[in-house]
């Protein structure tokens, strides 16, 4: 991961707001949970389908792009998420082999 980067996309005017707005490359979401899942990877799959892209928690993108960062619940939730990501990724390599 490129933490320049991503402080740069998460950097904000003197007002607070984010400077970037969501764009081909870039999607924000206000907290993460399960329930999401089906939408985070429609959002995975057009950034595989285009040059890339991050999709970014934590960021409330309206009214106004503002850093709000994850709700207990949320980082719970996604720090769950990381065994789904395991369990995907092997997916896919079984997938390559056959």
Known sequence: MDLDLVKELLSTRQDGIVRHRESQ?????????????????????????NKGGWLIFGVKDRPRRELLGLSGKSQEQFAESHQLEQQIMEQLKSLKLK
């Open 25 to 49: 490359t870039l999607e924000f979401k206000e907290n993460f949970n399960f329930a999401g899942l089906a939408e985070y990877f429609r959002d995975f799959a057009a950034f595989a389908n």
